[in-house]
């Protein structure tokens, strides 16, 4: 007369139903839980008689955790959490694509913390990460985001040349997946530029060319670490002394060194640190001096400005004065009287 079918546990919306003769011989229970192990059995119905059960069992797909976050990122570590998904599961299984690094795939049971973290992977390189539910022999659909990791610092940086207006730096390849560098002062003055890398060529660079080929920076123009001061001008010149004076140099200051050659008199060589001017004392009269002011900003010195004094001559010893008259009054007592 009909079938009598039901399903344990008994959830869902109809874990019990009946199937007429002669109507098409299938059931569906609805609203399962996902991951579950069911057991369904089909009773035949005659006269009021009932057969045995035909039973089998079926476990329902388990389904897939709900979202994923990238809860760290560094140049070869990305580290992934995820809500629980629903229904019963046994377990979660975690991968990363490209499999690369020191853990590609792994498995988080339930019940423990919902984060994995992917270790060993390439700087700069994007990867598709998935996480599966488990339940039984089932497996969910795959949840899956894309993250990429973060570039890798550059190697170490060099100075490789530098002026009063700009400094040229050099660094060594950045392991891992790059595309370009940016390079940059820190106080973002001066132009900056974009410099482009690529591997199979050399390390060299042109401030006109910047194709991808290179390792290697200008700054330039940049206002001045240190620059030699504008003029310098003699203030005052005696027989033994020259006064100086210089315009202020650009850039960052810390003191001007000042030195006169020959190097004879009283200071040939000093540092002068809030002024302006110098008094060269002690000098040789009538000496042509070469006079030099240097900027110094830190450790660095920069050009020297340079200018020619002489000193002016000493003035003659005593001059004495002989009796002029003298010999006329001879003249005259030998005339007769």
């Known amino acids: ?58 476990r329902t797909i388990p389904a897939p955790p709900v979202e994923m976050t990238i809860a760290d990122i560094t140049h070869d570590v990305i580290r992934v959490t995820w809500a629980e998904a629903a229904g019963n599961k046994g377990s979660y299984i975690v991968s990363i694509s490209p499999p690369d690094g020191d853990n590609p795939t792994g498995s988080v049971d339930d019940g423990d913390l919902r984060e994995y973290s992917f270790t060993g ?7 598709s990460i998935s996480v599966t539910t488990v339940s039984g022999e089932k497996e ?18 060099s100075i490789a040349g530098i002026t ?30 974009q410099c482009w890398r690529a591997a199979s060529t050399q390390n060299k660079f042109n401030t006109t060319d910047l194709r991808p080929r290179t390792t290697e920076h200008t700054f330039t123009p940049l206002t001045p670490v240190s620059a030699p001061p504008d003029d310098i001008s003699i203030a005052d010149t005696t027989e033994d002394s020259i006064s100086i004076k210089w315009a202020e ?19 040939p060589t000093g540092s002068v640190d809030d002024e302006l001017d110098c008094i060269y004392n002690g000098l040789t009269p009538k000496t042509l001096y070469n006079i030099s002011v240097t900027t110094v900003s830190g450790e660095r010195k920069t050009a020297t400005r340079a200018k020619e004094q002489s000193t002016i001559p ?22 007769p009287n």
């Open 121 to 127: 992977l390439t700087a700069a390189t994007l990867y």
């Open 164 to 193: 009063n207006h700009s400094i040229r730096v050099t660094w060594a390849e950045t392991a891992g997946a790059v595309y370009s560098y940016r390079v940059r002062t820190m106080a973002d003055i001066g132009i900056m530029k």
């Open 249 to 267: 140099a650009a850039g960052a200051v810390d003191s001007y060194t000042v030195r006169i050659c020959p190097a004879d008199g009283d200071n």
């Open 140 to 157: 969910s659909a795959t949840k899956t985001m894309q993250q990429r990791t973060s570039p890798a610092q550059p190697g170490n940086i």
């Open 1 to 58: 007369d009909s079938y009598r079918v039901h399903i344990y546990p008994a959830d869902g919306d109809n874990p019990t139903g009946s199937v007429d003769d002669g109507d098409t011989l299938q059931y569906t229970f609805t609203g399962l839980t996902a991951g579950t192990l069911y057991y369904i059995s089909v009773i035949t119905v005659s006269d009021e008689k009932e057969s045995a059960a035909r039973t089998k069992d079926q």
């Open 314 to 335: 000493a003035p003659t010893d005593d001059i004495s004065i002989e009796d002029c008259n003298k010999g006329k009054r001879a003249e005259h007592n030998s005339s």
